[in-house]
């Protein structure tokens, strides 16, 4: 009911009835006509009684009524069917320049920010120190796993870690199998030099939600290095996933991200190290 009376029906390409209407926004049985469904039926599913409801049906019902993503997922969530997957409202589209500043807060340690492909959307200095995240590289972060020969030289755990990568990700492309920007990447490493690899580890199937991972690494200025990544998805963003990077206890790690960050490691960070 509430969301009916937000509606106008000039907004819903009717005449609004002038003084003659007693209460704002549009009657039920106009909502019915709109969305292709009888006037008692569309009753009955405000009054929440035991009917049968599609898809289809609720997705006319959210369009006459406006609704938002989230609104119309909540309706489906109140039918008790499954929700559509999530879309990016186009107010919120103007959301990376705040989640820019705050994986730059996270400075001194590394944070990126991709995609639902895995496409590098931006990464903080500290990804690039640490990962040798740069503009050179394809920017996927799945295929330079596998592929960019700085990040597998300095990655020790990239063997045990490339396990779950490859199974957190078909989890991803699971959702939208035929979705061609998840063909895209999978073309591409098929087509790579570390194609055996990833095809061995993607025949098995394995399917993990993205969590936390242990990686250690070793850095050709510092040395040894223990951080855990853990993947975070912000409601508002549903296409996105911001990856943050926190130090473990081992072989001083924090201390020697905190010096890669200073001055002084950025200038040693500047002369190229053979890999």
């Not at 002038?18 to 549009?26: E, F, N, Q, S």
């Not at 998840?182 to 790579?192: G, N, T, W, Y």
Request: a negative charge; proline letters at 7%; glycine letters at 6%.
């Amino acid at each position: 009911m509430s969301r009916r009376a937000r509606v106008s029906p000039t907004e819903a390409g009717l005449p609004d009835g002038g003084a003659r209407r007693r209460t704002p926004g549009l009657r039920r049985e106009e909502v019915a006509v709109l969305a292709g469904v009888g006037a008692s039926w569309y009753q009955w599913l405000e009054q929440g009684r035991d009917i049968s409801v599609s898809p289809q049906v609720l997705d006319s019902v959210g369009r006459v009524l406006k609704l938002s993503s989230a609104e119309r997922r909540h309706l489906y969530v109140l039918a008790g069917l499954n929700p559509p997957a999530p879309e990016v409202e186009q107010a919120d589209r103007d959301m990376c320049e705040g989640m820019q500043r705050l994986i730059d807060t996270w400075m001194p340690y590394p944070a990126h920010i991709m995609d639902r492909y895995y496409n590098c959307v931006m990464y903080n200095d500290a990804a690039g120190m640490v990962f040798g995240m740069r503009p050179e590289i394809t920017q996927n972060c799945l295929v330079d796993f596998f592929t960019d020969p700085i990040y597998r030289s300095r990655s020790v755990s990239w063997r045990t870690n490339a396990e779950s990568v490859v199974a957190q990700f078909r989890a991803s492309c699971s959702e939208t199998p035929d979705d061609e920007g998840f063909q895209a990447v999978l073309a591409e490493l098929r087509e790579s030099s570390a194609a055996e690899e990833f095809g061995e580890l993607w025949e098995r199937r394995d399917v993990r939600p993205a969590g936390q991972v242990h990686k250690e690494l070793i850095h050709p200025l510092v040395g040894a290095l223990h951080v855990e990544s853990t993947a975070m998805r912000v409601p508002a963003r549903p296409d996105l996933t911001i990856v943050l990077h926190t130090p473990l206890p081992e072989a001083e790690t924090a201390a020697k991200l905190e010096w890669l960050a200073s001055p002084e490691g950025r200038r040693g960070a500047m002369y190229p190290v053979a890999v």
